[in-house]
């Protein structure tokens, strides 16, 4: 297919990632829209994405969805829509829907409109049971402890089954620790949560320590894209993979970049394994350009002093 005759749609738009895939598509001039139950654009100013659309509406209502595919003449999703762990601990019925059903939803209209997808599964599928210190390879069973990651676990199951059963193609990408301009919610949170903090000049923390793989935020996007494009046959998953960093280095490059003192709690481990390899991804899209840490943490705080809350 022609870039010209691409329209995509991005669910989950509002959120950090979906921001920044807006806007990697609206700057290529690709026709995007965006869809999602919020009205808060704050992430899309912030990712100089504020100019395109967003429908809004529950990726749970499968009517609403098969409209605004009809409507705007949907050929790719980009499919980020869903509820991290705390809003899913306060209803898990409601978190299971939105997980689960709305990738149900997604898939489903694949198969109904011919759709390219692409979803967002998680590191989380994983856990600490699965690290035995080395990276942790693309095809590796997971041992989720979570909701959100036993959710996740089963889109791609999902995915799998649609693929058998319903020829839908799908490419799905598990994201660890994804950071930048907007990333504000979640447990992985902490590093932009700094970065933001010493754009304001105030003192910085992060709340684990260790070693782990930092994904900025328009490099991620640019890899969703990318994967949408690529889904052409088949149900396939990879961890998004990158670089992996120490904590102590990233807090160094926010140093850097702000002169503002960051601690880092080393005391604290996240609940998962510290590198995941993306050597499958990376052949499967040709190959990915990482924004180096220091870069990545220069344009985060310089985004944030730009584009102050």
């Known amino acids: 297919m022609s870039a010209e005759a691409e329209r995509f749609l991005v669910t989950g738009a509002l959120g950090c990632i979906g921001a920044w895939t807006c806007a990697v598509l609206a700057e290529a001039g690709v026709p995007v829209v965006g869809f999602d139950l919020g009205d808060d654009r704050r992430r899309l100013v912030l ?5 395109v659309p967003v429908e809004r509406g529950d990726i749970t209502d499968r009517a609403a969805l098969e409209r605004v595919v009809d409507e705007h003449g949907i050929t790719h999703v980009v499919h980020l829509a869903a509820l991290l762990i705390p809003l899913i601990k306060r ?3 409601y978190g299971t829907a939105v997980n689960i059903g709305g990738t ?13 997808v692409a979803y967002a599964s998680s590191a989380a599928v994983y856990s600490d049971a699965d690290d035995d ?19 996740k676990q089963a889109c791609e199951g999902l995915a799998r089954i649609f693929w058998a059963e ?5 490419v799905g990408i598990r994201p660890f620790i994804v950071y930048g301009p907007g990333r504000d919610a979640g ?24 070693r782990t793989q930092l994904q900025f935020a328009p490099d991620a ?5 990318a994967a949408a494009r690529a889904a052409a046959e088949g149900a396939r998953v990879f961890h998004l993979g990158g670089p992996a960093v120490t904590v102590a280095e990233t807090a160094a490059a926010i140093e850097d970049a702000s002169g503002v003192r960051v601690e880092v709690d080393e005391e604290t481990r996240l609940p998962f394994p510290e590198e ?9 899209l040709g190959g990915i350009r990482w924004t180096p840490l220091a870069a990545g943490v220069r344009q985060t705080i310089d985004r944030a002093r730009a584009v102050p809350d």
């Open 276 to 284: 995941f390899d993306g050597a499958a991804l990376d052949a499967a």
């Open 187 to 210: 447990l992985t949170a902490s590093p932009s949560l700094a970065m933001a903090a010493a754009a304001r000049g105030e003192p910085a923390r992060i709340a684990f320590g260790g």
């Open 166 to 170: 319903e020829g839908v193609a799908s």
């Open 91 to 93: 209803d898990p019925p």
């Open 104 to 116: 149900v939803n997604v898939l489903d209209l694949a198969r109904t409109r011919g759709l390219r």
């Open 221 to 225: 996007a640019r890899v969703f894209v």
């Open 133 to 151: 210190g080395t990276p942790v390879p693309n095809d590796a069973p997971g041992h989720p402890t979570t909701f959100y990651g036993v959710h």
């Open 47 to 51: 990712a100089g994405a504020d100019s």
